[in-house]
């Protein structure tokens, strides 16, 4: 009888660590694709968050360079979406100058401590960084 109990005790334990997995695995999809869709559709976006929140700039793919200049979006992206086919680039410095960080296609990610808040330009033609 106690092994009886013992052994389903295990197969309830190894349903409810499959369960787990099943949740976390759908957590993880979730937050990559809903963070990209606070980005336009077809878009780019910046943002001056890690979260995903304070638009600095929407832009469609194709676009060529174009430097960051007010108060509100120089040097203050923390996190980006790529909602289109093709990778886009932001810089360090206006002009496409300095360091560079790919925007990937169909991705969005925060810049992390040592790379927000230094965004100066950025494309969105595909062409790499
Ligand atoms: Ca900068």
Redesign the pocket.
């Known amino acids: 009888m106690t092994q009886f109990k013992s052994a389903r005790r295990q197969r309830l334990v190894a349903a409810s660590m499959a369960g787990f997995a099943l949740v976390a695995g759908s957590i993880a999809v979730g937050q990559a694709s809903s963070a990209a869709n606070h980005c336009d559709s077809s878009k780019v976006c910046l943002w001056g968050t890690d979260a995903y929140t304070v638009k600095l700039g929407t832009r469609s793919a194709g676009g060529g360079l174009s430097n960051l200049t007010t108060t509100k979006t120089?040097?203050e992206t923390a996190s980006w979406g790529n909602d289109t086919g093709t990778d886009a680039c932001l810089y360090?410095?206006i002009d496409g100058g300095?360091q560079a960080w790919e925007l990937d296609s169909f991705n969005s990610n925060y810049l992390g401590t040592f790379d927000r808040d230094?965004?100066?330009s950025w494309k969105t033609n595909g062409t790499a960084c």
Do not use: I, S, Y
Request: no cysteine; hydrophobic share 0%.
């Open positions: 120089k040097n360090d410095n300095g230094r965004g100066e």
